[in-house]
Nanobody
Framework: QVQLVESGGGLVQAGGSLRLSCAAS????????MGWFRQAPGKEREFVAV????????FYADSVKGRFTISRDNAKNTGYLQMNSLKPEDTAVYYC?????????????????WGQGTQVTVSS
């Protein structure tokens, strides 16, 4: 079993920045790809970004490309999502998740373990 704990969410003005962290425990973090998803009220959970187990490959949703950066530190069992130029439409609960490279990386079903989420609110 893997436990994931997100942190770093909060309230920020439009144009501001936040850095989310995802701390993993219980299994070898470096064996898993890591993704970030978000869910706004009344909407489905949507893909934000993914990074491969080694950190060598990253992919982003078009809506965040150029503004968000996903990264990981396998020595610290921690993943990150740096969010810059935030917009009110980025407001959501953000979740990190781990996958063993089966299924589509941009779908919820492609992930095996999930954190509890952290709230990000961007005011206009």
């Amino acid at each position: 079993q893997v436990q994931l704990v997100e942190s770093g969410g909060g309230l920020v003005q439009a144009g501001g920045s936040l850095r989310l962290s995802c701390a993993a425990s219980g299994r070898t973090f470096s064996n898993y790809g890591m993704g970030w998803f978000r869910q706004a009220p009344g909407k489905e959970r949507e893909f934000v970004a993914v990074i491969s187990a080694s950190g060598g490959d990253t992919f982003y949703a078009d809506s965040v490309k150029g503004r968000f950066t996903i990264s990981r530190d396998n020595a610290k069992n921690t993943g990150y999502l740096q969010m810059n130029s935030l917009k009110p439409e980025d407001t959501a609960v953000y979740y990190c998740a781990l996958r063993r490279s089966s299924g589509s990386y941009y779908t919820v079903a492609g992930y095996d373990y999930w954190g509890q989420g952290t709230q990000v609110t961007v005011s206009s």
